[in-house]
């Protein structure tokens, strides 16, 4: 199982200095519990740092760092922000939600998808899991600590969990 960890890396404003944009690379970071996490880093040093953090995080033991071998390329989102309306067609606001939101897709290796988000210091992290009992797992591991926000998506659904919801239900 694998996750996306986009947390560690630079925010997109920092990402705005040249220099710190050629500099980036995919890290894959193996944790001793058979998760692994991907990163974005400036170099391999600054990558172990990293995946240590992110196994303390995770009570685990850090199996390997492997440079992935490609560099980050930032998108170009001020190209479109800055780009005149005319250039793009309209849609209806129905037809759009249909095809983006209601017409999600997971990989058919998969069968569900974590996005947890750290209430206090919005930390992200993704976990994708071929098991629905792992996802079930790890979902009632972050509903214990109450500290996340979630969104669950699984082929025929997308779930929206936040801790508030569970505020004073000490007995679950």
């Known amino acids: ?24 690379n995919d890290y894959q970071v193996v944790l001793s519990s058979g998760e692994c996490i991907y990163i974005l880093a400036a170099n391999s040093e600054e990558a172990a740092w990293l995946a240590l953090e992110l196994s303390e995080d995770n009570n685990t033991k850090i199996a390997d760092v492997i440079e992935m071998g490609k560099k980050y390329f930032p998108n170009n989102w001020k190209r479109f922000k800055d780009a005149p309306a005319d250039n793009f067609e309209a849609i209806d606001y129905d037809v759009f939600m249909e095809w983006k939101v209601a017409g999600w897709e997971i990989n058919s290796n998969y069968n569900v998808i974590i996005r947890a988000t750290n209430v206090h210091n919005s930390k992200v992290v993704e976990h994708v899991y071929k098991r629905e009992s792992a996802a079930e797992s790890k979902i009632q591991e972050y509903l214990n600590t109450l500290d996340h926000e979630l969104v669950i998506c699984t082929h025929d659904k997308i779930y929206y969990v936040h801790p508030e919801m569970f505020e004073g239900d000490e007995d679950e």
């Open 1 to 24: 199982m694998c996750q996306f960890n986009p947390s560690p890396s630079p925010s997109p404003d920092q990402l705005e200095d040249e220099n710190l944009q050629q500099n980036l």
